[in-house]
């Protein structure tokens, strides 16, 4: 049985006074190219969740597809931040996925706490945060912001996937299945995939002994 995200953590934080509360969640840590991207979405104190948000990761595209534009409706705020393929094998990808979270925060303005989907290593100036593991699939607020980031960044993608055809990032978002680990083998590695991720790093390292 899924699991449905409640506002019981964002109650606790409404009722204590601190109404300001934010959702933060990313899409695409295991991704073989393109950015992380994240968002940041503001709720509006003691609302009511909208049917159907959850972990973006159990629902389909064609399910996401409605609930984001009803996000932004309810949302007070909603900030995007993105981290680049370059700032991903700089610095790794959890590095640059805080770094994208950071970004999308900073766009929402004043904030009185973040509730933040992931363990507890955080080492950005965040300010008042809770880290949840699972929390896309435990917190509304992170739910939120988990369908925001995952429609905002497979948009992205299906434009990419427009300018490189035979990839099939318009399906696959990026992730190494099968079609797109084969068309790398034959069209090559594009300036859009992530050198140290293994797979791609193997092509390049087998095609320089070639």
């Avoid at 990761?57 to 949302?75: E, F, G, N, V």
């Avoid at 904030?111 to 100036?125: E, N, T, V």
Wanted: include cysteine; charge should be positive.
């Amino acid at each position: 049985m899924i699991q449905l995200p409640t506002l019981m953590v964002e109650s606790q934080l409404w009722h204590s006074g601190q109404l300001r509360v934010v959702g933060i969640d990313e899409a695409g840590l295991g991704s073989l190219c393109g950015p992380v991207v994240a968002a940041a979405v503001l709720l509006p104190p003691h609302c009511q969740p909208i049917p159907g948000v959850r972990d973006s990761k159990t629902l389909s595209a064609q399910q996401r597809s409605p609930l984001y534009p009803a996000i932004h409706a309810q949302a007070l705020a909603v900030g995007i931040g993105a981290a680049s393929v370059a700032e991903i094998d700089r610095l790794n990808v959890l590095q640059a996925s805080h770094l994208a979270m950071q970004r999308a925060v900073q766009r929402i303005g004043a904030y009185d706490h973040a509730l933040i989907d992931g363990r507890d290593l955080i080492r950005l100036d965040l300010g008042a945060y809770t880290a949840m593991i699972d929390g896309d699939a435990t917190s509304y607020a992170i739910a939120c912001a988990s369908i925001v980031a995952k429609v905002r960044r497979d948009r992205f993608m299906q434009r990419l996937g427009r300018r490189y055809p035979g990839y099939n990032w318009q399906q696959n978002a990026g992730y190494g299945t099968r079609q797109h680990l084969q068309a790398v083998k034959t069209l090559g590695v594009t300036p859009w995939h992530r050198r140290s991720y293994k797979p791609i790093r193997q092509f390049l390292e087998q095609q320089t002994l070639v």
